[in-house]
């Protein structure tokens, strides 16, 4: 029997089943529409809250922004990908007409589809890329402000280097990106068959990439130059001392830049004769011809900076050393530094200080780190209340300009007990902390205690707290709901809770189709099902301080130390200030960080309450910020309430980066400053138990020039390596004058003590060495709080506290003693006028320094002792104090009393050892003398 075997010369590639086709569409289907709802709802509930806050075309603005970009990455990238993969389609059948393929290569239909969703992975990629990192650019870049800065080589505005190079260079990146994987992709393809070697179709469409991307890198090195001006780098390997254009820049890595882009194109035409003509040596000719020249390049800037920069750096930098000096004092402000010489004098006297009685009545004895510590166990009341940090502010107060510490009560659901962690507490009724507390920087209670002008629930004090509620704040805040059934806890009463009912309009109305798009936004079924939630609950999202600015103006760095303000009308408002920064700014040095120009146009304001945000304005000329007024014309406000700008406060950060910069910066003298010959340095402190490096501190004080006192954040500076201190920078906070910087610059023929000097005095008097050994001993620890130098007229007083605090878990810092120096003096005291009385009396009695110390060290072994009988009266009398106390149920006073207590203990011990010490001495020396006599 025969069989003929019959061969299908078409065979077809087998189908995938049916329900797994159905089923993959269905998936595809069903993953799409989840991402698109998640991003509706969010991108919906993130306009609702714009809106309701007032900033609806600031959302409109940026939303319009990301999505027109987002658009243009898509079609860039999906266009592209999609006439890619259909030339190279395309170029497989004209090359094998006879051969079959996959079903989806072969069938042009089902090719398309695949095609578009290849191509639409890759057009989601670039319009994720593309609107990611670009709606910032582009819109500084349409809206920019000059500024009215030219820079010396290029003869550009700043604004070039800011907004326009970083554009071009982001344009750039993302065609190269494109161009590059293009390539990446069609050498793939094309090798697979080799028709990269023999289709002239392929190669065509290989050489159109390679021409691109040669271009682009053309390009690229074009633009190279003007980055020169932003760094300090002359080649992989070394660095200028010059930051921006240098010498080696100048003669060598510019020109070789502008040679490169030639070169680039040269090499360009010699890839595509060697793919057009199939003569290889044309593609080693280029690629060498390119590398060549780089590494001639790079070897050119080696021997140019090692041979003859490096043996005569001075005189060959000496122009661009002038450029990197005059730029960098532009960017920080350093050029409108007002410099004065100051002499300083040992002129202190009774009158002195009587003129400046207000300078010395704000001199800071308590410092905020241990004080927040204080605060949170004697003015929360309930464990859920947290104090986050303690700041520092100026208040007109009974008439008198006076420096507090300010701090507000937040509440903490965590700290909540298990049993209260229900959804209705932590979402309905415990929304809102209360209240502020206020002390005196220069006060305290006979326990060592701050002496509050602002305390308890509900506050009470000189400084009157209307609207005392906190809603938004420092706090990690969830969100919450308002004006619903449920009464709010207000703050508690002896055994009973306060409620409150919100009484603004400013949170989202859970209306019918809100309350669905927030349950949704916010993840909670319960927004939908609760019945406490009525038409007039209104949702506060976004409540902690620093994200709801951030939210709002994504694209304005903020201080990390926001500080609350009580205003006249009783409401609490927080101020944040934002600056505009960037690293652009052609010459400028970057000192210690990725910056080199930093301002503080703007001020923000945070009701406590409403959680309304105002944007302020403060210098409409600075050029970043009247970009981003260009951008959003409604966002910001130049008419700013008396009652806040009263409470600016120059940033501690910005001040820092400044002091920083002006430690070399302030020599004008460019052979001085290249030598760094006048260099300063910050000085250092001995804070708690470590020398660390002095923080910028406020004081209040009266300029030579000024009518009266105003606040200043100053810091002194001493010579580089050594101690003495040789100057003082400050910046002034009041008024008009917000923002003026200027320096006091000691003569340098007289020696003047720095900080750690103090510091070292105050270690080697033998008297405060004493004390503090016998407090330590004494089961205590000994804090060293912040060394304050204060200037008075002509004159110098420095003055730094010591905390005590014991060694468990509830203990309280104290300030134990105050101790202030001046010139050659420091005396100890209780309290800081018993210090400076002390002092005068010294220097009006003619007695010398170290009489003095040997005076203070006789009677602080004295100082202390008490009899049995006292001792055991001053037990009694504080134990009948802590029981009324207690029985009165004010257990404030009852802490104090115990305090008193532990503290008569502690000094009994002290004394019986000090007697023990006495009494071993006396005996060694009566054994001593009789054995002399014998």
Sequence with gaps: MEFTVIHNEHPKDPKPPKGLKKFSKWLIAIILFIVAFNLA?????????????????????????????????????????????????????????????????????????????????????????????????????????????????????????????????????????????????????????????????????????????????????????????LTNKVNLFQESSVFGISYTDHVINIPFDYIMAGVTIIATVLFALAIVRRKFRFLAIGLGLFLGTQLVGGAASLIVQNFI?????????????????????????????????????????????????????NIRINDARPLNNVYNQLQTFRPYYFFNDVDVDRYEIDGKYQQVFISARELTQQRLPDQAQTWVNKNLRYTHGYGVSISNVNEITPEGQPEYLVKDLPPKGPIAVEKPQIYFGENDYNSVIVGTKVDEFDYPDNDENKTHRYEAQSGIPMTGFNRLLFALDELSFRYLVSDQITE?????????????????????????????????????????????????????????????????PIKIAVDAYT??????????????????????????????????????????????????????????????????EDMWQIPTEKYFDEDTVMEPYYVTMKLDDAEREEFILMLPFTPNTKQNMISWMAVRNDGEHYGEIFVYEFTKQSNIYGPQQIENRINQNAAISQQLNLWSQGGSRVIRGNLLVVPIEDTVLYVEPLYIESNNETSLPEVKQVIVAYQDYIVMEPTLDQAIGR????????????????????????????????????????????????????????????????????????????????????????????????
Excluded at 176 to 184: D, K, P, S, Y
Excluded at 562 to 572: H, L, M
Excluded at 612 to 632: G, M, S, W
């Design 41 to 229: 709802v969010k991108w919906l509930a993130d306009y609702i809250w714009m809106d309701t806050l007032g900033f609806r075309s600031i959302f409109i603005t940026i939303f319009t922004a990301k999505v027109s970009l987002g658009l243009i990455g898509f079609v860039l990238f999906f266009v592209s990908a999609f006439v890619l993969f259909l030339n190279v389609r395309s170029t497989y059948l004209r090359e094998f007409p006879n051969e079959r393929f996959v079903s989806f290569v072969q069938n042009r239909k089902t090719f398309l589809w695949v095609n578009a969703l290849v191509s639409a992975f890759g057009g989601i990629f670039g319009s994720v890329l593309v609107q990611g990192l670009g709606w910032e650019p582009l819109l500084t870049y349409l809206n920019q402000t000059p500024f009215g800065v030219t820079d010396p080589y290029f003869g550009r505005d700043v604004s070039f280097f800011v907004y326009t190079l970083p554009l071009w260079n982001f344009a750039l990146s993302v065609f190269m990106l494109l161009v590059g994987a293009a390539i990446v992709v069609k050498l793939v393809l094309y090798s697979l068959r080799g028709l990269i070697k023999y289709s002239s179709r392929a190669q065509r469409h290989f050489l159109v990439s390679v021409v691109l991307l040669g271009l682009l890198i053309a390009t690229h090195f074009l633009l190279s130059p003007y980055e020169k001006a």
């Design 309 to 361: 920069v490096s043996p005569n750096e001075f005189a060959r930098e000496q122009p661009f050393l002038q450029h990197n000096l005059d730029y960098t004092r532009k960017a920080y402000q350093l050029d409108e530094v007002r410099v004065e010489d100051k002499e300083i004098n040992d002129t202190l006297s009774q009158d002195m200080l009587d003129r400046n009685q207000l300078t010395v009545d």
């Design 536 to 600: 007039e609950s209104q949702l506060l999202q976004t409540r902690n301080i620093v994200e709801r600015v951030e939210r709002i103006a994504p694209f304005l760095d903020l201080d990390d130390d926001p500080y609350p303000v009580v205003r006249e009308d009783g409401s609490i408002v927080w101020l944040l200030d934002a600056f505009t920064m960037t690293n652009r700014y052609p010459y400028s040095d970057t000192g210690n960080s990725s910056l080199n120009y930093v301002q503080n």
């Design 611 to 676: 959680g309304e945000v105002r944007f302020y304005l403060l210098d409409p000329n600075e050029p970043l910020a009247k970009t981003y007024q260009n951008i959003f014309p409604e966002l910001f406000e130049t008419d700013i309430p008396e009652d806040i700008r009263a409470h600016f406060r120059y940033p501690i950060d910005l001040f820092k980066i400044q002091a920083n910069m002006y430690r070399i910066y302030h020599m004008t003298n460019l052979e001085l400053f290249y030598n760094r």
């Design 839 to 934: 002092l005068m009396d010294l220097i009006d009695e003619g007695v010398s320094p170290q009489e003095a110390e040997e005076s203070q060290q006789r009677e602080g072994a004295s100082s202390d002792a008490v009899t049995p009988y006292e001792l055991i009266t001053d037990i009694q009398e504080q134990f009948d104090a802590y029981r009324q106390a207690n029985q009165d149920g004010n257990y404030e006073e009852a802490g104090r009393a115990l305090k008193q207590l532990e503290q008569l203990l502690h000094n009994w011990q002290r004394q019986q050892e000090a007697d023990g010490q006495s009494g071993d001495q006396s005996e060694a020396s009566s054994e001593a003398q009789t054995d002399e006599n014998d």
